[in-house]
């Protein structure tokens, strides 16, 4: 069983920068690939980013380049660096992990083990 704690969201304004942090319990953390999706207000949850235990990254092509995903294996903590945020990444964030090596796996919501509580995101314009 893995525990998923997200922190760092809140309100900021168009243009601005968040750190999302995702605490995991358990001494399995290496084992699984980590990422975070996203559920705005009357949308489906969408994949956002996802991170191997060897630091490879897969990202929805709709970020263009302005998330980084990262993960402290020693932390047991896996962080998602938003910048130049716009009001349509308004949104719920939800950790998401996935036993597996290859982030690609972790693409899809079907494909999650264990989900965060969720943490809100709002970017005023």
């Known amino acids: 069983q893995v525990q998923l704690v997200e922190s760092g969201g809140g309100l900021v304004q168009a243009g601005g920068s968040l750190r999302l942090s995702c605490a995991a319990s358990g001494r399995t953390f290496s084992t699984y690939v980590m990422g975070w999706f996203r559920q705005a207000p009357g949308k489906e949850r969408e994949f956002v980013s996802a991170i191997s235990l060897s630091g490879h990254t897969t990202y929805a092509i709709f970020l263009r380049g302005r998330f980084t995903a990262s993960r402290d294996n020693a932390k047991n903590t896996a962080f998602l660096q938003m910048n130049s945020l716009k009001p349509e990444d308004t949104a719920v964030y939800y950790c998401?992990?996935?036993?597996?090596?290859?982030?690609?796996?972790?693409?899809?919501?079907?494909?999650?083990?264990?989900w965060g509580q969720g943490i809100q995101v709002t970017v005023s314009s």
């Open positions: 998401a992990a996935k036993r597996g090596l290859l982030s690609a796996e972790l693409a899809s919501a079907s494909a999650v083990d264990y």
